[in-house]
């Protein structure tokens, strides 16, 4: 069996067909803040990925990075009067235990950018030396010259990248940079930002190419299918691109997948509007397999409403499952199975894969004579990423 999902890059659905080891590279998060339910939603896509493919008799080593040091997490530190690594550490242990509570499979590894030092200042020099890159007031750019394919990722016309870099701490109104989305490998760093000694100056890496250097030194130089949120299409990932093969010569990523951001209650969802929703909250209320059904109502690629009601929806859902699990026996659950795989297959559609979930322990409820049933109701939970052993906490 083959599974089909969108790539960013080609803008369709493909089928994906990765040898037995399949190599993912996700970007994780920078740990300032709490884990929410943006982040929950983004990492249960890959979770479900990781699962099936597992079920399909894939190895799967998926790498997700921590970015211990960059623009957002020391201004983070600087207001709360910490050190930057003890906010990490605060933030990482946070994030940890709210992923081990929804059930999400651990990375294979997870390198933070701070312990990846010499292999962003080794991928920089070659940069460098391959004139792909330039060094002006102290700052190494990325020049994006060099690169034609740059913005294949994206698609995105030339004004659209420069309003996203600037939103995004891109700065290209600085007036050291030959174009203005030329990205930043290096910088000097202010007097109360940790600094690193490197041929080409003292200072700390950019955004970008701390992934580049940590996931390829983590899983080679080109990888099977790396992910994230939109959010990171442009310009993470188009520079992650650039930086890459401009480095290696080979390709970089073969599959690329983003999943769609979650908005709250008609906003979007941000710490500006003070409207997070954090996994932490959730779980003092609701059953974390609730929290999972309730996201995995929405595919992973559509944009969606996050309302209150839906942990009720999870809830209830999470009810039926659980009764069914003691029951007995049930209908002939081979057909539900089928169903259950196709929809995963089918550009990992979790919506309809929880509702053929659904169906079978309704069916199971309404009687039936197949012992099997209960059985494979219970591997199927457990394909999703839910544990019907547990009582209902």
């Known amino acids: 069996m083959t599974i089909e999902l969108y790539d960013t890059a080609r803008r369709k659905v493909v089928p994906f067909e990765p040898d037995h080891l399949v190599r993912m590279y996700v970007c994780g998060i920078t740990p300032y803040d709490s884990t929410h339910l943006g982040h929950a939603a983004t990492y249960l896509t890959y979770d479900l990925l990781i699962r099936r493919l597992e079920d399909l008799g894939h190895e799967v080593r998926m790498v997700r990075n921590v970015t211990d040091v960059d623009d957002s997490i020391l201004p983070k530190a600087r207001e709360l009067g910490i050190p930057y690594l003890e906010l990490a550490e605060q933030e990482m242990a946070r994030f940890h235990s709210d992923m081990e509570a929804l059930d999400m499979r651990p990375p294979f590894e997870e390198p933070r950018a701070t312990e990846a ?23 190494v750019y990325f020049d994006i010259s060099t690169f034609p394919r740059f913005g294949e990722l994206s698609h995105y016309p030339r004004d659209r990248m420069l309003r996203l870099a600037e939103a995004r ?8 940079r030959r174009d203005p989305l030329d990205f930043v490998l290096w910088q000097p760093s ?9 041929p080409f100056g003292v200072g700390r890496p950019g955004w970008h190419v701390e992934c580049s250097a940590m996931s390829m030194h983590e899983l080679g130089p080109t990888l099977d299918l790396h992910g994230g949120g939109t959010d990171l299409i442009f310009p993470h990932h188009e520079c992650e691109i650039a930086q890459s093969e401009s480095a290696t010569g080979k390709p970089f990523v073969r599959h690329w997948l983003h999943s769609a951001t979650v908005n709250y209650e008609g906003e979007k969802m941000s710490k500006s509007l003070g ?20 996201l995995m109502r929405h595919h992973y690629r559509a944009g969606f409403e996050w309302y209150e009601s839906d942990i009720e929806e999870g809830t209830a859902m999470l009810h039926r499952l659980l009764a069914a699990n003691a029951c007995a026996a049930g209908p002939d659950p081979a057909p539900y199975a089928e169903r259950v795989r196709a929809a995963l297959d089918a550009d990992l559609d979790a919506p309809r894969a929880t509702d ?38």
């Open 356 to 393: 053929v979930l659904d169906d079978l322990a309704s069916a199971i409820l309404s009687g039936g004579d197949d012992a099997d049933a209960p059985v494979v109701l219970r591997e199927l939970a457990q394909l999703l990423g839910l544990d019907l052993s547990r009582p209902l906490a």
């Open 275 to 294: 409207n997070l929703v954090f996994i932490s909250d959730l779980l003092k209320t609701a059953d974390a397999r609730a929290i999972r059904l309730a």
């Open 117 to 139: 030092i010499p292999q962003i200042i080794e991928l920089v020099s070659q940069l460098l030396e391959r004139d792909h890159a330039y060094l002006t007031a102290g700052t």
């Open 169 to 176: 701490g891109g700065r290209p109104e600085d007036p050291h």
């Open 190 to 198: 202010l007097p109360d930002e940790p600094a690193w000694r490197a």
